[in-house]
């Protein structure tokens, strides 16, 4: 999952860098594990459902650039509701957002919905007070054989 990369000075255009360097790391990481990278999620606001992008008092990407840039990248939109559960386990759902994938062949269309709910699962399995809405989009995605890819 990409992960919000919060540089402390703006104008500094290592973006780039930052990107290649991920993509490059991934790519060791799964040879020096005999598989190969199929791609990458990431969570990304939709700044057309939400305003608030409050990131722990410090002024993240634009999220209209952001979205923008993650696109540029290759990133789709999967194709279903996505909720998350609050990182302050409290049972919340945290909506406004989209969750994306990239993969490394530009021309997969559409991903097995299990690879989501198996990483979803994992990846918020530390949270044990989810919300019910979270809980609801998992068995949907159940329900499904493959999920479609999107423009951002």
């Known amino acids: 999952m990409t992960d919000f990369t919060i540089i402390g ?13 991920r993509e490059e790391d991934l790519h060791r990481l799964a040879q020096e594990n005999g598989k190969t990278l199929f791609g990458m999620f990431a969570e990304i606001y939709n700044p057309y459902e939400r305003e608030d ?8 990407m634009n999220p209209y650039v952001r979205r923008e840039v993650l696109s540029h990248l290759g990133y789709k939109r999967l ?3 996505y909720v998350h559960p609050s990182w302050k386990n409290d049972g919340e759902a945290v909506e406004g957002l989209d969750f994306c994938f990239m993969p490394t062949d530009e021309q997969v269309t559409e991903i097995p919905s299990y690879w989501i ?3 979803l699962s994992d990846y918020y399995s530390v949270l044990p007070n989810k919300p019910q809405q979270w809980l609801d989009m998992v068995d949907g995605l159940k329900q499904k054989e493959t999920v479609a890819l999107l423009p951002l």
């Open 53 to 60: 992008f409050a990131f722990g008092g410090v002024m993240a």
């Open 79 to 81: 194709d279903f509701a």
């Open 117 to 119: 709910v198996a990483f």
């Open 9 to 21: 000075q703006s104008g500094l255009g290592i973006g780039r860098f930052l990107a290649k360097k």
